[in-house]
């Protein structure tokens, strides 16, 4: 079973900046793409970012390109999520996922970490 569990969230002021961090239980964790996601109170969640596992490239939503940077340690097993100049609209519950090639879906998911952005 594997386990994504994610830390660093908080309250910001706007402008602010964050670093989310989320740690896989799995020790093939390099080969597999991971997502970070994120959630609003009365909204559907939707993608902020993801890594491949291989060449480490980057795919950002247009609504955070140029603010936040994806980035992984295939030693540790962790993936980050530098969040700058936070906006209030920013403000959400972030989870991270892992890609599963076969089944063509993330698969795994963490519980979360909660970002408030004040404005």
């Known amino acids: 079973q594997v386990q994504l569990v994610e830390s660093g969230g908080g309250l910001v002021q706007a402008g602010g900046s964050l670093t989310l961090s989320c740690a896989a239980s799995?020790?093939?964790?390099?080969?597999?793409?991971m997502g970070w996601f994120r959630q609003a109170p009365g909204k559907d969640r939707e993608f902020v970012a993801s890594i491949s596992g291989s060449d480490r490239s980057r795919t950002y939503a247009d609504g955070v390109k140029g603010r936040f940077t994806i980035s992984r340690d295939n030693v540790k097993n962790t993936v980050s999520l530098q969040m700058n100049s936070l906006k209030p609209e920013d403000t959400a519950l972030y989870s991270c996922?892992?890609?599963?090639?076969?089944?063509?879906?993330?698969?795994?998911w963490g519980q979360g970490t909660q970002v408030t952005v004040s404005s």
């Open positions: 996922a892992r890609w599963s090639p076969t089944a063509n879906k993330y698969d795994y």
């Open positions: 799995e020790r093939t964790f390099t080969t597999y793409t």
